[in-house]
């Protein structure tokens, strides 16, 4: 169940002047994402108009950045850009690869169509894959998906008015596996020139495990359209934009665990329906024009193939043919699913593949045989897995983790920046959140304490590394040693406009093994000491009642601890289900900073937000379940 969380205004401040014009200026008052783009992000969507050229986007890495506003991301342009930043990677570090051990190669033994390896429970071995002596951690698994094929039926378009669940147009879909073909138009429903148009149709699923294929195309006009699956109750359950960066046509495809009444919905971006029940409930026109539509319900091919890890295993996998690839953990459970390429945000130090038209990854953090699962398309595939350890093992090196709060002369080229620039250090905000120089000190004791407990403290309580080998210095109480080796660190100071980097934290890369172990992050405070009103400020929850120094110590540590998981090697996660994790992106931003119940924070009902599992966050284009506590600790050995 998602869920929107109240903003309170507290009492205005009195606050200083930034040391320099901040670009957060524009975001002043913002109560942040509105019900419809909530829904809209939670489904996986961008709200942003999409920019689909080859060049770089504009603004900060989402993948890599806290965003102020996700409704500003073009994610689609991300994406594209990704892909082919990722095959240039994959080209340059084969490149640099030196002579290496062959691959095992490992080629299916399923007979044609679904049947022998379609569950982690019966998947197929690969034998000699692994990273213990004598092991060969790298191979190469050659297969090829062939779902079953069923027939489709031409059927007349749709009549209008089919733009809810109860108005939907049966496809005649039921009982058995089938499908059908038609042609439609989003914007001539009756509320296509307001709130929009949608088109439903209904399909009957009978047998678990059948999954639906609702495949779009727009030969003409200017409809870039979207697809959405509800079940009977109006829950989405399955959603699709782009079927592939760069390809604005949809691609759905969800496999049934219960069998029941379904309902595809059509529709034009950027217009997202609040309630699937009601056809004027769409928060405006959106893009219009023709489309056709394939509908089927087959039994799908998926394709499992097991290898022993290790704890502290680092397994990635890069996969060219087929839709997506995932890994699933002893247990059954995705823990990272993927139809895109990702690895330009990888350091360079990364051993781990890419170039594929879908890539994973995973830190295992138990012992045992996982999957790695070719779970969506049709045809021949070819995926490259390779599995490390990390480089801190067994050597007697520690991690640092340095927080500078001194201010620091930085290249901001590294976060996308335009160079070499100066930024401002912790003091100068101290007046915009009504504290006073005295209380510099606490404030300061305050965020090491709480950066110490969610990068340190709650790993070694959790029982998932004994040997947890990190030291976490700071500035005022230790010389700098950025630049020494095995030492990250976080800047906490600057504006937007001072950095060039319009967000409030970037990190330099998302490293999952902690290959890289000198990286580097930041963690702007204009917006978060913005006048109250902005939903990124944290002069929003604070009032009278506040512990001033207490909550402004919370978030800020929350928020420098949310970077330093992504060079230690977390994705977001989803910032609008009802799970607090400091892994969470922008946009709901009380989760984050731990405002309590009563919607102001430094009182004793605030929670404490750690690490831990929690949902990929669905705009990025993961799924699964990641465990950003254990991604961190596995590997921080």
Excluded at 40 to 56: R, Y
Excluded at 223 to 230: E, F, H, Q, T
Excluded at 338 to 352: G, K, R, W
Excluded at 587 to 592: K, M, S, T, V
Aim: no cysteine; hydrophobic share 40%; net charge negative.
């Amino acid at each position: 169940m998602r869920r929107t969380i109240a903003l309170v205004a507290g009492s205005v401040l009195v606050v200083a002047m930034l040391p320099a014009q901040s670009a957060s200026a524009a975001r002043q008052g913002d109560p942040g994402p509105s019900a419809a783009e909530r829904a809209a992000l939670s489904a996986g969507s961008q709200v942003a108009p999409k920019q689909l050229t080859a060049a770089k986007p504009a603004g900060a890495n989402p993948y890599l950045a806290l965003v102020s506003d996700p409704t500003k991301v073009d994610y689609a342009a991300w994406q594209k850009f990704m892909k082919a930043q990722g095959q240039a990677r994959a080209t340059q570090k084969a490149a640099q690869r030196r002579v290496a051990a062959s691959p095992i190669i490992v080629d299916e033994q399923e007979p044609s169509g679904p049947g022998s390896n379609d569950s982690p429970a019966n998947a197929q071995p690969v034998p000699g894959f692994g990273t213990r002596n004598k092991q060969n951690n790298r191979a190469r698994i050659l297969g090829s998906l062939t779902p079953e094929v069923v027939s489709a039926s031409a059927i007349t378009p749709n009549v209008e008015d089919d733009g809810a669940i109860p108005l939907a147009r049966d496809t005649g879909i039921q009982a058995t596996r089938n499908g059908i073909t038609t042609t439609g138009t989003i914007g001539d429903g009756p509320h296509g020139a307001t709130t929009g148009d949608f088109d439903f149709y209904k399909l009957t699923i009978s047998d678990v495990g059948d999954a639906v294929t609702v495949d779009m195309a727009t030969p003409t006009g200017s409809l870039d359209p979207m697809v959405s699956l509800y079940n009977a109750a109006g829950e989405e359950i399955a959603f699709n934009d782009d079927r592939a960066p760069g390809v604005l046509d949809s691609l759905l495809t969800f496999q049934f665990t219960e069998a029941g009444d379904y309902y595809v919905s059509v529709a034009g971006f950027p217009n997202f329906q609040e309630d699937p029940f009601d056809p004027a409930s769409g928060d405006g026109a959106g893009s219009t024009g023709p489309y056709n539509i394939d509908i089927r319900v087959a039994r799908p091919d998926l394709d499992f193939y097991s290898v022993d890890l290790r704890k502290g295993d680092i397994i990635g996998a890069s996969m060219v043919g087929a839709t997506k690839v995932a890994i699933y953990d002893p247990a059954g459970r995705e823990v990272h699913g993927s139809e895109q390429d990702a690895t330009y945000i990888y350091p360079a130090s990364s051993p781990l593949p890419g170039g594929g038209n879908a890539v994973t990854d995973h830190v295992a953090d138990v012992n045992g045989l996982h999957t790695v699962a070719v779970t969506s398309g049709a045809g021949a595939y070819d995926i490259t897995v390779e599995a490390y350890r990390s480089v801190l093992e067994g050597n007697s090196a520690v991690q640092t983790l340095f927080l500078d709060f001194d201010g620091a002369r930085v290249n901001t080229g590294i976060f996308g920046g335009p160079g070499v620039r100066q930024l401002s250090p912790l003091r100068s905000f101290l007046g915009r959140w009504g504290l006073t120089n005295a209380d510099e000190n606490a404030l300061i004791t305050g965020i090491v304490n709480e950066v110490k407990e969610n990068v340190r403290l709650d790993m070694i309580a959790s029982g998932l590394n004994g040997q947890f080998q990190i030291r976490i210095l700071n500035s005022r109480d230790h010389a700098d040693p950025f630049g020494q080796a095995n030492v990250s660190r976080v800047i906490v100071g600057g504006t937007i406009a001072e950095s060039g980097v319009p967000t409030i934290g970037i990190a330099q890369s998302i490293d999952p093994g902690n290959f890289e172990t000198e990286d580097s992050a930041l963690v702007l405070l204009d917006v978060l000491s913005d006048p109250a009103g902005d939903d990124a400020s944290l002069n929003t929850y604070l009032t009278p009642a506040s512990d001033r120094i207490g909550f402004v110590a919370q978030a800020v540590g929350n928020v420098t601890s949310h970077e330093a998981g992504h060079f230690f090697g977390n994705w977001h996660v989803d910032q609008f289900n009802d799970i607090l994790n400091l892994q969470d992106q922008g946009g709901n931003f009380p989760l984050l900073y731990g405002v309590g119940p009563d919607g102001i924070g430094g009182t004793a009902d605030d929670p404490d937000v750690d690490f831990g599992e929690d949902e990929f966050n669905p705009g990025e284009g993961f799924t699964g379940i990641e465990d950003t506590l254990s991604r961190i600790a596995e590997v921080l050995e």
